[in-house]
């Protein structure tokens, strides 16, 4: 049986907005195994970034917290001093923007090797050499003469290799990716996401890979969670999820994708906008933008139910239109 990395249970997170607290994750419930890579996909503003920085324990010191978080099986909350250290060494985040993470007036040298020295008590010459290997990994050219320059000298998708390299350098347990590849152009990201694919499954790293890319979530990750208005609305396998979804909003969002193979004259949208979890009705938060919405929809709160062991769906209404083929084939919204 394998062994849960991450444990979310019943996660609310509220931030103070204009001076008063408002929930921006509510009632999330998810795990990641050991060697997993799980997807979280939905549109922006739906607590994606908000639900990693929470496992990094990023959270800024206003934040209220409810629920539990137990991340390497440990309790989260109750990490303090050098625990707390040991933890944002086994857990990496990397974030979309690298020139918003790392210092520019030092070089790629002294960012790469900083935490190897300072934490790991290894010296300056085996870390530069630690620093070396990791780039030749990440297919960085001539590593040896990019720990000697900065930043500014280095393209945008040689600069996330880097942030990546450094992220690994302390072998993480779990790596938490947000939107990484987002702002590389297509070929560049195909070949920076196959290098991590690959060093993963290697090292038996978990990863929590957050994305707007479906068809990439479905390539990499062997699970994807969609998320709506702070929920976790739909969570199974990335191969059966576009084919076969179980949640009205998993479908609109796969029926949205251009296709390739064949030409189309309008693209389906999603109506209206999408809703952040302070906003969302007590019901279900999707109900606004959904045909299929019943006044019991929008009566009371939506569990999160297991289908089975490999499937979970918050909509009332899932089991009624898988059976009818209704979210298959046809405009969802």
Not at 49 to 60: C, E, F, N, Q, Y
Not at 244 to 272: F, I, K, M, Q
Not at 290 to 304: I, K, N, Q, Y
Request: glycine share 6%.
């Amino acid at each position: 049986m394998t062994q849960s990395i991450v444990e979310l249970r019943n996660l609310t997170v509220e931030l103070p907005i204009r001076g008063e607290y408002h929930e921006v994750l509510r009632g999330i419930n998810l795990q990641l195994e050991s060697g997993e890579a799980l997807g979280l996909v939905g549109e922006s503003g739906s607590g994606k970034s908000m639900t990693a920085k929470t496992i990094g324990r990023l959270l800024p010191s206003t934040a209220q917290v409810r629920g539990e978080v137990s991340v390497l099986g440990r309790d989260l909350w109750s990490l303090q001093g050098a625990a707390l250290r040991q933890h944002r060494t086994e857990v990496a985040m990397v974030f979309q923007d690298p020139r918003a993470h790392i210092n520019p007036v030092r070089t790629i040298g002294d960012f790469m090797t900083e935490a190897l020295r300072t934490l790991k008590r290894v010296d300056q010459r085996t870390a530069r050499s630690m620093a070396v290997d990791a780039l030749v990994e990440l297919a960085v050219s001539e590593p040896e003469r990019r720990l000697h320059q900065y930043p500014h000298e280095l393209s945008g998708g040689l600069l996330q290799r880097v942030l990546i390299a450094t992220m690994l350098l302390m072998k993480p347990k779990l790596l938490l990716a947000d939107e990484i590849s987002t702002a590389l152009d297509v070929t560049t990201q195909a070949d920076l996401i196959a290098i991590l694919d690959k060093l993963r499954r290697k090292r038996g790293m978990s990863m929590l890979f957050i994305t707007h890319d479906l068809d990439l979530a479905a390539a990499i990750c062997d699970r994807t969670a969609v998320m709506y208005a702070g929920q976790v609305i739909e969570a199974q396998a990335s191969a059966r999820l576009h084919s076969d979804p179980w949640h009205p909003y998993t479908a609109a969002l796969s029926a949205a994708r251009p296709p390739l193979e064949e030409d189309v004259v309008r693209l389906n949208a999603v109506p209206g906008r999408p809703l952040s979890a302070f906003e969302a009705p007590k019901g279900c938060s999707f109900a606004p933008r959904c045909r299929f919405a019943t006044d019991d929809c929008t009566s009371g709160p939506v569990p999160l139910t297991e289908i089975d062991e490999h499937i979970s769906v918050r909509c009332i209404r899932a089991r009624e239109l898988h059976q009818t083929d209704a979210l298959k084939g046809g405009t969802y919204v």
